[in-house]
Each structure stands twice: as C-alpha cells, then as structure tokens.
C-alpha cells in the first residue's frame, strides 16, 4: 500500500531565507504526488501535483517540488519565505488506476519568524 | 460555485448517539473521499467511492458507514457516537486518475 512520510512535524525559518519541507513516500507503482497546504481554521489547498511529467513542478505562491525516483523522495521548497507561508503542509500520494486511495502524510508546521 | 459542501458545520453528539454527516458536490465527480483529521496525524482516510453505488474502506473504517445512492452525495454515519470520534471531518471529490481533490470546509464533531 502507498505511502508518505514527512520528515519533520515542524520548521521553522526566517522571513525572506529559503524553506525546505521533507517528504518520502512508498509505491509500488506510478505514484501521482501533491502537496497541500492549509492555513488554521481553513479548508486545504492544493500547492502543486506530480504526475510523471516533468520531475520539477512549480506551483502557486512561488513553491516548487522536485520528484526524485531514486530518493522516493518529493521535498517542497520556496526560495524565500513570507509571513503568510505560515501554514501546514501535508504531502499526498495516491496510485491512480489502482485503488485510488488519496493518502496524506501527517502533516509538516510551517512556522515563520519575523 | 458551491464546489463540496458539508453538512453541518459543527455538531455536538452525546456518547451513544447516531449522527450522518453530508457531503454534497456539484462538479459531477466521480471519486469522493471522507476524512478525520486529528492534531499530528494528519488526515486518516475513513472510506471513499470510486463512482455512484459503490464504497470502499480507507485507513481507519471502523465505527463508520457510508452511503452513495446518489453520484453528487456522499454520506458518512455514526451508529453509536464514541468519544474517540471526536475529530474534524473533511469531504473531498475529484475525478480520479491523477487529478486534484477538492476538499469541503469540514465538520467539527464533538462527542462528550
């Protein structure tokens, strides 16, 4: 069955230095990967997706996310962090056209110092 | 321009009661996925649909049921309400494949 694992439960950095958000995940197969982000009391948005095109996707809100077969890994970044980037962040696996289960990672806090 | 929306918002249950929560969408959707989240662990897959009349255990089933008479409509219930159960709870629809879920604003459930 698939899965993801993020690395860290919560990161902190400085407004305007880069972020880095960890996530490995397990398939069997040809795994599509998301990222989403939700702020507090709020619903989820969806950041940015991989789905075997392009290892290097870019998303909303200047985020990318670079999917590395060898690594099973699929860490998001931003080269600059905002205040408003204060959030949490799930990483999503899902194995379309086999059980189509969409599974979140438990989630990374994304916290922002002034 | 509803997207997913759930029914309702907030609800208080005593130990032992029966509740069902609504999700309804309006993007003619096949896939819908019902969710608890709970701080740091995420969002548990409880059951999804893959297309009208059907159903399938997620992550964390027991103690639930759901229903899918309906295409637009997904229903999760409660037979007997636990404390344990006390959660947030998110629907969300796609159209499957590799394509994005689009997740309703959630249901936070209390159960004393």
């Known amino acids: 069955a698939q899965s993801v694992t993020q690395l860290d439960s919560h990161v902190s950095v400085s407004e305007g230095t880069p972020v880095l958000l960890r996530c490995n995940y397990s398939?069997?197969?040809?795994?599509?990967l998301f990222w989403y982000v939700q702020h507090p009391n709020k619903g989820l948005q969806l950041l940015l997706k991989?789905?075997?095109?392009?290892?290097l996707v870019k998303g909303i809100n200047g985020f990318e996310a670079e999917f590395k077969k060898s690594e099973t890994s699929f860490h998001l970044t931003k080269p600059s962090a905002h205040m408003s980037d204060a959030a949490e962040y799930f990483c999503?696996?899902?194995?379309?056209?086999?059980?189509?289960?969409?599974?979140f990672g438990k989630g990374t806090r994304l916290h922002i110092l002034p | 321009n509803a997207g997913v929306t759930q029914t309702p918002k907030f609800r208080v249950l005593k130990t032992g009661q029966s509740m069902t929560l609504l999700c309804a969408q309006d993007?003619?959707?096949?896939?819908m996925y019902w969710y608890r989240q709970d701080p740091g662990m995420g969002l548990r897959l409880i059951h999804y649909?893959?297309?009208?009349?059907?159903?399938a255990k997620g992550e964390v089933p027991d103690g639930y049921n759901v229903s899918r008479l309906k295409k637009q409509n997904f229903l999760l219930g409660l037979e007997s309400a636990a404390p344990s159960q006390t959660s947030v709870y998110f629907c969300?629809?796609?159209?499957?494949?590799?394509?994005?879920?689009?997740f309703g604003q959630g249901t936070r459930l209390t159960v004393v």
């Open positions: 969300a629809s796609s159209r499957g494949g590799n394509t994005e879920a689009f």
């Open positions: 398939s069997s197969y040809s795994p599509s």
């Open positions: 991989y789905t075997s095109a392009a290892t």
């Open positions: 999503v696996v899902s194995e379309p056209n086999r059980d189509d289960k969409i599974i």
């Open positions: 993007m003619n959707h096949e896939y």
């Open positions: 649909s893959v297309g009208e009349g059907t159903t």
